[in-house]
């Protein structure tokens, strides 16, 4: 076993005892770079796009995978999309768990909706 293997099975574990992976976690004492996170949220959206391609997946509950498609995308923290969809971050970290999680929450085609228009309009306005 490889360690991106390795590093995808305890992101596993740790989502399914917490219903969280902490990447987006921020800290006082950031021992993780930019290029970890980065890393870190790539396999993170494997473990997702993996629990989708195994069940199922109905338009709502694709919603999330499009969440965490323009979360790392545009390399946005949980706070970040909590603003802009207007919901908690416990909210958001639900929407991004793994499916298989008891905390795993679908996202309906509403709350994306109203978090791409805030989406849109925050890359508008913060654009250079």
Avoid at 46 to 71: M, P, Q
Wanted: charged content about 30%.
């Amino acid at each position: 076993m490889g360690y991106r293997e390795l590093l995808k099975n305890y992101i596993r574990h740790v989502e399914l005892l917490t219903d969280d992976n902490f990447i987006e976690q921020e800290s006082n004492e950031p021992v993780l770079t930019r290029r970890d996170l980065g890393e870190l949220r790539t396999l993170a959206a494997e473990i997702h796009r993996d629990s989708h391609r195994g069940a199922e997946v109905s338009r709502v509950a694709n919603c999330n995978y499009r969440l965490r498609v323009l979360t790392n995308r545009h390399a946005l923290s949980a706070r970040r999309v909590a603003e802009l969809a207007g919901v908690t971050e416990a909210r958001v970290r639900s929407w991004r768990t793994n499916p298989a999680s008891v905390g795993y929450r679908a996202m309906s085609e509403i709350e994306y909706a109203r978090f791409e228009a805030a989406l849109n309009h925050w890359l508008e306005t913060t654009a250079p």
